[in-house]
């Protein structure tokens, strides 16, 4: 008998429409639930995970597969843009168990906790922040109908109140955690692509070899690992490193660190694990435009790095001093200069709409965008995100639950005082067009794609899919 089934609801990836794009979009899966299952599974509950975008169930097919499996528990990770889907998936389900008990947690919760519980009666209990060494006591106390008030850093239902406990102050070690579990994922590694030419060769893996950034950009919600950065060692990176190969027959692994270059040492050792042991294995990382150097370049190149992502945010110095940033663009020129003469990729990770954006800074951007030997890019509408400090700046501690359905970067739910709406839309999409027009990034796409044609099957799919589309559509 299954004792909880962790759950990653559905949400809006791509906006409606062009759903098509799935074929071409990031697959993959929550790094959080795999970690809460291994350790569940540590303590000797029996789990099951539930991806509900992948297994491309709606909240209704989700809460039937765990009504007809009648598990005790249910935890659902909750990012803002989820949270609507993990209610109804929460509701359906105690419509029919109304004994399960709804655990959530996830960057929404460790940002807005209180405030979502309050409003939605369906969620038992909130973990805020890092799950693992609090969820299998959780689930103990409730099996033995005991108060939850001896764990740390939850919320909770108690006599109809909202129990609220002390922060936690227990670390992790993150070496000591389990492996992630990948073995309860339905066709790993196989289902779960990264973005369309964004690997060289599959199959992939996704990997956080840390937790938390130093760094306080306005924009970004730290809350769920804070500001105080942990690593798991070099070492113990290289382990899992050969045992996803080993076990799964991983090619690409992509570190999803908020800052995996962040200590240029502890880098270098895991670097020098990699080539003194001649492993073969491409990955891709983030970086700061401001913690890299040429040297630190070469040596990841030489272990195997395939491709880096800087937040560069914008071409305008006076932009990202508004985000407080703190670099300047021409850091940023300087540090794809290095990454392209080393010969790792580089993608740049930009930003628009943020307070203050105006015609004047998008151009700024534009131009820098087209000065720069950029291997990709990724473009974001501003989002303020509930745990990010910009949040707070613009609306308080007020909660504004009306956009929480459109939070994913790809809907402008914030409008600068100085630019218009359609003046954005249209700014959006000329960046975009203006770079991937360029011949530089098509040789690149057609370099990656004729290396593993894989790439181009998943591009074919999509253009099938838009055709058969169309012709319903008719
Ligand atoms: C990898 C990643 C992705 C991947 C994978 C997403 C996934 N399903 O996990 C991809 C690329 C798909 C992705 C997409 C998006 N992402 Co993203 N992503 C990340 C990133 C960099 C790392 C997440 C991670 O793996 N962390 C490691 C694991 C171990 O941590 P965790 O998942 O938080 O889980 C721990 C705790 O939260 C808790 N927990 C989590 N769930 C639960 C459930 C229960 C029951 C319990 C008890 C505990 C618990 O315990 C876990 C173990 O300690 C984070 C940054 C960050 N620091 O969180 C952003 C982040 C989560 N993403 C963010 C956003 C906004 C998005 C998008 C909505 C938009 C965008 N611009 O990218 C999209 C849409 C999501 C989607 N599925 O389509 C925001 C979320 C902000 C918010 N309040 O919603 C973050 C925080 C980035 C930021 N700093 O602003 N993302
Ligand atoms: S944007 Fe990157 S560097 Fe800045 S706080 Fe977030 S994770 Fe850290």
Redesign the pocket.
Known sequence: MIDII?I?PP?E?VSKGFECVDHL??Q??????L??AAQLQKDNFKVNIIES?LEKLSPQAVAEKVIKTNPRFI????????VDNGVKIAQLVKKELPQIKV?????????MGYETMKRFPSFDLA?L????L??SK?LNNYLQNETQTNINGVIFRENNELITTSPSKEQ?ELDELPIPAWDLLKDFPNKYPLAVFDYPKGPVA?F?AS?G?PFKCE???????GTKIRYYSPSKVFQIMQNLQKDYGIQHLQF???LFVANKKRIQELCDLIIQNDFKMTWSCTARVDTINLEILKKMKQAGCWEISYGLESGSNQMLQHMKKATTVEQAKQAIVWTHQVGIRSKGLFMLGYPHEDTQTIQQTKEFIKELPLTTMNL?KF?P????PIYRRLYGTSIRDEDWER????NFVYKPDNISMEKLDYEYKEILLTFYKRGIILRHYLSVGLKNPNHFLRLFKFLLCGLIAKWKNR
């Open positions: 962790l990653n949400y990836k979009s990031n993959s899966p929550s790094l959080g639930l970690h809460l975008d935890g659902i990770t909750l990012f803002t843009v989820g655990l959530v947690g996830g960057p929404h919760i460790s940002s973990v922040n890092e799950g693992e609090v969820v959780i992790i996704t956080s937790r950034c924009f970004c919600d730290t809350s769920t690992f999803v660190d908020d974001s989002t995100y509930p745990g990010s939070m994913n970067g790809m």
